[in-house]
């Protein structure tokens, strides 16, 4: 039995709704576990996830915080410290077949060791001295992974880290002048929220970077300074963290190598493509297909050499490695990401433990958002959809659509799916088949 906590940035991220994101700690589930999650889990879903699991759902205890200071929207990670939740967790665990012997939590928080200690768990905790110690913060970093890369060799985009609008302001130009735009990326964010595109050059195709603000200079030499005097608070969050320049690497693919750092050393877990369509990620597929033979072993190497410095820190854990590689097969790290990222569930729990991957290599597992133009619709309209299309999954064949991220009550949004599929035109099919079930002419 063991103690899954999905707790998420915390508080850098506290505006963001988890609410949703939180549920696919339902994909780690087994027998007896007990799941911490910000909101109790949509029923449909979680028949849904437990029924290719095969967990068995009425063997689950749910336990969910007081809302804290984010109205429950995430986790407050001191609402684990709460003296009823504590007992109501310690009376959990007691109440479980066996003992406890493993704790997975989704983000490194102070709190989560504090919060095991008090159960007499903090040994299940991976790292954690160095977590208690504000660690994740530092692992997490995109302005402190700069400086951990070069000094352990991986190679990264031309790029600055700066501490004043006066840095900025002097690096720009510089890197502007390699491809005529930059990227600006606050230290702590994710899923390219904190990243803004800024582009000199109209000419750009801009649409395939992970970056959701796209700011145009003006005319003029003044153009960075205006730029700067309108964006530096928000890029360094009112200066409490330093901002990373970097330059825009154009007509590139992003892909990822994520590990495991354990006490023993390093292993790698899976591969992985991100896919973005007007700078919003559309598209996640593991593992990375099409990529040449060397370009897949730098990806490997570089990632293999991250994982083991920031194990030498004192990290362990889940890491991803982030990288684009362009048309002429070069390759530079762009960031890593020292958690249970958004990748985990699709490759751990979906694509090994569900559609057993390791046994069908040939297999791969995409995630989808639902697109804007599908109607409205809850989880289980949406599998008699699939099953109509005759692309629902099908663990005999080990194809078809699962969802894989609910949607939940009060939160904006649809919902995620993913399609096991052989090939891209395989996909493609499955996809015109439920757009075809969801919008008919």
């Known amino acids: ?53 095969g967990t068995d759902p009425a063997s689950l205890t749910f336990l969910v915080p007081p809302p804290g200071r984010y109205q429950g929207k995430v986790i407050d990670p001191y609402s684990l410290l709460d003296p009823a939740f504590m007992d109501r967790t310690a009376k959990a665990l007691a109440a479980a077949p066996g003992p406890t012997t493993g704790l997975l939590s ?12 008090a159960l007499g768990l903090r040994h299940l905790v991976p790292g954690a001295a160095f ?3 504000g660690g994740g913060e530092l692992a997490n970093s995109k302005a402190e992974f ?8 991986v190679p990264t985009a031309p790029g600055a880290v700066c501490r004043s609008s006066h840095e900025a302001a002097q690096e720009i130009p510089r890197l502007l002048a390699g491809t005529g735009a930059v990227l600006v990326k606050q230290a702590h964010n994710g899923a ?69 750092a354990e006490d023993t050393g390093v292993r790698p877990t899976a591969t992985g493509e991100l896919d973005y369509r007007e700078r919003r990620l559309v598209r996640e597929s593991t593992p990375a297909r099409g990529l040449p033979a060397d370009v897949r072993q730098r990806l490997l190497a570089g990632a293999a050499r991250l994982a083991e410095a ?13 990288a684009v590689v362009d048309a002429t097969g070069r390759l530079v790290f762009t960031e ?31 995630q989808h958002r639902t697109p804007a133009h599908w109607p409205a619709l809850d989880l289980d309209d949406f599998l008699a959809a699939a099953t109509a299309a005759d692309c629902a999954y099908r663990p005999e064949t080990r194809r078809g659509v699962l969802v894989s991220l609910p949607s939940v009550p ?20 499955v996809l015109r088949r439920l757009d075809g079930a969801l919008c008919p002419s």
Request: aromatic letters at 10%.
């Open 1 to 53: 039995m063991r103690l899954l906590i999905a707790n998420e940035v915390d508080p850098m991220l506290s505006w963001v709704d988890f609410r949703s994101y939180s549920q696919r700690l339902l994909w780690f589930a087994e027998d007896g576990d007990v799941l911490v999650l910000p909101v109790a889990p949509p029923a449909a879903f979680l028949r849904h996830a437990t029924s290719l699991t």
């Open 106 to 117: 989704c983000w490194p928080s102070p709190l989560v060791p504090r919060y095991a200690a």
């Open 131 to 133: 977590i208690d110690q």
């Open 146 to 153: 700069r400086a951990i890369a070069a000094a352990a060799g």
């Open 192 to 260: 390219g929220a904190g990243n803004q595109l800024v582009v000199r050059d109209d000419d750009h195709r801009t649409d395939h970077v992970g970056a959701k603000l796209l700011h145009r200079l003006g005319p003029g030499p003044d153009a960075i300074a205006h730029y700067l005097a309108e964006h530096w608070a928000w890029a360094s969050r009112d200066d409490r963290h330093p901002v990373v320049v970097e330059e825009f690497q154009p007509a590139s693919r992003t892909v990822y190598a994520e590990y495991l």
């Open 310 to 322: 920031y194990r030498s820190l004192g990290y362990r854990g889940h890491l991803s490695a982030d």
């Open 336 to 366: 890593l990401n020292a958690r249970v990222t958004g990748s985990l569930h699709l490759y751990g729990p979906i694509a090994g433990r569900v559609v057993d991957t390791t046994s069908h290599p040939g297999l791969s597992v995409t």
């Open 410 to 429: 009060g939160v904006r949004g649809g919902f995620d799916f993913c399609v096991v599929h052989r090939d891209r035109a395989e996909e493609d099919d």
